[in-house]
């Protein structure tokens, strides 16, 4: 192909990316603006005018499907012999070039899973461990190394990012890092962390080894660059060797890895760093209606998050539609019709999908499109009923029904169903952990809700009849699809598009979720919406739910992140602006009169509020002999909860947000009698 026509098709800021064939080169690549297209062409340009030789080109991104997608591209402009790869891949093939002739022995086993040396180093300290501890354990081993943190600095560095494993104290996570090291040496294996390590390591160590890769390699380009850490930072600098020949791409606004490991100040600091740098902006999107990319540039407009200001060039569409509804299963209900309708129009169930911010909340749309017959598929992760956490506690409450269990004095079979999952790890409070542990609470909470939901609805029922309600879902949500809707997380949905995307779940909590707690954590979950958002090509809709379940109080707020998005008079009372005005709890109406009125006469309290006047008087008198203020005894929120639900046993206690097992030891037998006292 020659060199012009190979630009022709492109725009003006894709062209100048082209035809800038000397580095060093920045691309800031905003959401759908054909990045992959720019960079291909111009190490394809590059080729057809002499520029490169084609074999001295190394092109690097982070996944095999990308590298595949870029291969593809550069076969069909005419560069079929350039190399591109992922990190690993890249480093991998030279490691086992070069490792037999510097150290004149076979390269150490590439292992396929670190887990099993993880139960060894586990054993090696007597760590009691399950699944979920030993998977986030090999997150965070994986973590420290590609963030080069030794073992013995781990505790402090943990504690200064505010990283956790499970309820590991930071000195034995450094340990075990360390014991899972000792366990991998002795049995000759490597991870894939080792493979950019040790490479790295023969690039320093072995100047005739650097010297022959930089020979093969004199032109680099290295894709979403945000998300390099900072062994792979140093590794590329090491095949550079002080060279500058090389084009970086990436979207800071797409910044969402850090918890892995990425840092994506060396894609904005790069020109600080090489000063001779070009740096291009890619602007114009070509994926999604100008409605989509306006609620996506005011989503980061003002923002430590602000990348790109995208500018969109499709035709217009239909507007962006935002939707609170009562509980997760109303939200569920009405995404479903909503495909439905779309399907009836003509669109591909291929098409369209429905993105949330944790693998739990899957389970839902799971059953609301089942009971619309609407065929789905899940990206990222195994459905709800064939999850291992979800898969053993079904297999332990059939266990119980069968083996005739009952529930204790004033209990129901809603807290026997507690008790079981108690059993394996589930309390009422979620951990404040993040990564398996947290992911399987979620499951194991999601099944004291279909629970609690099921005895709602069938009243008289017992733990038979729940499990056989979970064994129908299950069946009926196992059935093979050749295509049907998506169903993903955020973080799964990343490099995808689709004409339809269903952002639900987007309620404070949940996104940002609650164990973002720095301002930094914080605008990395406004950063996964925003990618959430650009997925969308037609339509987007996004909503929210009040309440968990049926029934229970409406006390969620929509994601704050959709405060600039929202029309004010769809925003929480607490966030409309209405400056020096109070406001109703439950219509957000002004308020007048007395002081300390939360809602006006139009709306009623949803629980028994002289029980909750009673409770009041309790907590105070309980802070002053503990001489703590009365909100660390219990919140308001908890104390309408204890109102409205009217908890009759230490079990049905544990269920309220709030009480943790060492609340409820001090305070569960005041309450209950305080619940007693008043009149059902």
């Excluded at 390269?107 to 030993?134: C, F, H, N, Y």
């Excluded at 020979?215 to 090491?238: G, I, T």
């Excluded at 999601?446 to 056989?468: K, Y």
Aim: charged share 25%; with cysteine.
């Amino acid at each position: 192909m020659p060199a012009p026509d190979l630009l022709a098709a492109l725009d003006p800021e894709q062209r100048q990316v082209a035809e800038t064939l000397r580095g060093p080169v920045r691309v800031l690549a905003g959401a759908g603006t054909g990045k992959t297209r720019a960079i291909t062409h111009r190490i394809a340009h590059g080729v057809a005018t002499g520029v490169y030789a084609p074999t001295e080109v190394l092109a690097v991104t982070f996944t095999t499907r990308a590298a595949g997608e870029m291969r593809g591209r550069l076969r069909s402009l005419g560069a079929p012999t350039v190399q591109a790869r992922t990190f690993h891949s890249a480093a991998l093939r030279q490691l086992r070039y070069f490792w037999p002739h510097v150290h004149g022995t076979e390269l150490p086993t590439l292992t396929e899973s670190k887990i099993p040396l993880v139960v060894g180093a586990a054993r090696s300290l007597r760590v009691r461990s399950d699944q979920a501890m030993l998977r986030d354990l090999a997150s965070e081993i994986e973590w420290a190394k590609v963030s080069n943190v030794r073992p013995e600095q781990y505790a402090e560095v943990a504690q200064a990012r505010g990283r956790s494993v499970a309820s590991l104290d930071g000195e034995l996570v450094g340990r075990l890092i360390a014991a899972y090291e000792d366990v991998k040496r002795e049995q000759g294996r490597m991870d894939m962390e080792d493979v950019l390590l040790l490479t790295a390591g023969l690039l320093a160590d072995d100047e005739r080894v650097a010297a022959q890769v930089r020979r093969q390699y004199k032109w680099f380009v290295v894709d979403e660059f945000q998300d390099v850490s900072p062994l792979q930072s140093a590794l590329l600098d090491l095949w550079l060797g002080g060279r500058d020949e090389i084009c970086v791409v990436g979207d800071p606004a797409q910044t969402i890895y850090s918890f892995a490991g990425a840092d994506a100040t060396y894609l904005r600091d790069f020109p600080a760093k090489h000063p001779r740098t070009t740096s291009i902006e890619l602007v114009r999107n070509y994926r999604s209606t100008p409605q989509v990319v306006t609620a996506a540039n005011t989503l980061l407009a003002g923002t430590g998050s602000a990348g790109v200001e995208l500018r969109a060039q499709r035709p217009g569409g239909a507007a962006v539609s935002y939707a609170g509804h009562p509980d997760e299963v109303a939200e569920a209900g009405a995404v479903a019709r909503e495909v439905a309708r779309q399907r009836g129009t003509g669109r591909p169930l291929a098409e369209m999908a429905v993105l949330f911010r944790i693998n739990a909340q899957s389970e839902a749309y799971e059953q609301a499109l089942t009971d619309a017959g609407i065929p789905y598929v899940i990206r990222g992760a195994a459905r709800f009923f064939e999850r291992p956490e979800v898969r053993e506690a079904v297999t332990r409450l059939r266990g119980a029904a069968r083996g005739g269990a009952a529930p204790a004095d004033d209990d129901t079979w809603v807290d026997l169903v507690r008790d079981t999952l108690a059993g394996m790890g589930w309390r009422p409070d979620p951990p404040e952990a993040r990564g398996q542990t947290r992911d399987r609470w979620e499951s194991w909470q999601a099944l004291v809700s279909q629970a609690e939901t099921f005895a709602e609805g069938a009243p008289g029922s017992d733990l038979g009849a729940f499990v056989d309600d979970l064994d129908r879902r299950a069946s009926e949500q196992h059935a093979p699809v050749a295509e049907g809707v998506t169903l993903a997380t955020f973080h799964a949905a990343k490099g995808l598009e689709w004409d339809s995307v269903f952002l639900v779940g987007l309620q404070d909590g949940t996104l940002p979720i609650t164990y973002a707690q720095t301002p930094q954590a914080v605008e990395e979950e406004r950063r996964l919406l925003y990618v959430g958002m650009t997925r969308a090509r037609l339509d987007l809709a996004l909503s929210w739910a009040q309440a968990r379940n049926p029934g229970q109080a409406a006390r969620r707020k929509p994601s704050r992140f959709l405060d600039p998005l929202l029309p004010d008079a769809d925003k929480p009372p607490a966030r409309r602006s209405t400056r020096g005005v109070r406001t109703c709890v439950e219509c957000g109406k002004p308020l007048a009169g007395e002081k300390g009125k939360r809602r006006c006469a139009e709306c009623p309290a949803p629980y028994d509020e002289a029980l909750f006047e009673r409770l009041r008087t309790w907590r105070l008198e309980r802070s002053r002999e503990e001489e703590i203020a009365p909100f660390m005894v219990f919140s308001n929120a908890t104390l309408e909860e204890l109102a409205e639900r009217r908890p009759q046993s230490r079990h049905a206690l544990k269920s309220i947000s709030g009480v943790g097992p060492g609340k409820l030891d001090k305070y569960g037998d005041d309450l209950l009698s305080l619940v007693a006292e008043q009149p059902a």
